[in-house]
């Protein structure tokens, strides 16, 4: 068993956590300020979203030097002062490492595209023009086509998955491999526990000279060509071969964002050199609301507790005796899951209840700031307070479908992403404790604090704080899972190891509900209620949940 085995990750999006030097752009010191807090809570790993040295068009996933930390967050030595109190702390550091593609203000690119000799032209991914067009039809995941133009020769072309300012590595070039990997042992050196590697599954791209058949618009983003190819696991390997030879124990935890559990289990197979575990963007559940109208990801959702549970079970089979799954709410990437899912959260039991049922089932829960204190995202007042691509085509779009504007605002509030790159709230001044200064993203919140939370017992973040100590028993931790058959609104499933058991069981309902229990001599751990309870029959009131424990 490795450290990570037992990881409980905190996710920390650093520009949002805390700023100490009052820029209004949190900061690592504003991090070490908080790793007490992060202990006590419970975590035992810290997520950081890219802290290297970036023009930030993407918020660090552009990367201009891998070797340094960008002067808006801090430099080495506040670096090295977060790994090492960290380390004193018990706390691992994994950092986020962009695999995929640079910036285009990395030296690499910058010289391929001003030296005709230049030894990193094969650093990249290039093709000429094709009948004075882009070589192909492929669509970008941030819009538009995955090609722009060499700006030093017009005919030829670059290639990028993501905005046309992050470049494409072509991972074919075994130079490419070693050095990203020169990257890692870098950091590794100085004390980092691992990396989440982003965006690997897109590292190989199909023979370029070929269309997509998808006719949905005129560059359409189409995974057949570029993601989870079987060349990724060739260039991974090498790679990570690399790594684990200079540091057995580093954890490698793979993005995969489209990744189903057959392709978990692909990349998580032990000794294959890919990853330790990979996390993905859609086990939650969710059900899209079906209005054509609306493009997907802006689409309200709600939680379907029969999804929830067939997709934890298939997961769980396929990866049982593979890895661990990653239990996930949210990341930066998508809204906050208060607000994305049509569920009374105004009542904290339903927070608490979401919480429990993901997390005590076998896995790695990675839990995003805020989260553990009940945060919702921001509310933006206008429309045009949304500046990124993906929400400026939402607005297009909908105009031109005669949507009115309030409409537009409210899909945007809660669905967008930029809504879950809040200030973190440790009080109720004015900036909610994360600067003196306007935070550089910044709209209505919630009144939820730490401060506050932190002298209510009955608060969401002690129930976290609780569940988090729990999760660390046996049987939460490296227990076999099995779900129970029950009532169709009730999720409840059994964590058994040779010593003892745990049982969890969910009410997903707004009506009481009761359940018979298995044999056992159970005694209640933690629970979101008062629960009712004897040899045989357990009640739970609307939203009850708790979680048990007997010896096996
Ligand atoms: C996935 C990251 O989570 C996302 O924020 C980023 O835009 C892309 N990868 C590109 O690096």
Redesign the pocket.
Known sequence: MSWYDKAIIYQIYPKSFQDTNNDGIGDLQGIIKHLDYIKDMGFNTIWLNPIFVSPQV??G?DVSNYFAIDPILGDTNDFSEMIEKAHRLGLHIILDL?I??TSDQHPWFRDAISNSNSIFKDYYIWHDQVDGHEPNNWGSFFGGSVWEKNPNDSKEYYFHL?DKR?PDLNWKNPEVQKSVADIAKFWLEKGVDGFRL??FIHIAKANLEQNSLLTDQKFPIDDTFYAKLPAVKDYMSGFVKEIKAFKPDAFLFG?A?SAKARDAAEYTRPNENVCDVVVNSDNFGEEYETDPDIPKFFQSRKLSLDTLKQTYVTWESVLEKVSLPTLTWG???ISRVLDRLNLPVENDKVTELLAMMLFLQRGIPVIYYGEEIGMHGLKYKNISDFDDQRALDLINNLRSKSFDDQKILQLLNNQDEMTARGPMQWDTSQYRGFSKKRPWNWAQTDTTSVNQEIKDPNSVMMFYRELLRVKKHECFTSGTYRLLITDPKIYAYLRRTDHNQGLVVINFSDQSKTFELPKGDWSDNLSNEKIQMNDKILKLGPWGCCALESKS
């Open positions: 993407d918020n996933y962009p995929n593609h993501f992050m982003d965006a993005e964002a990341n930066h990437d």
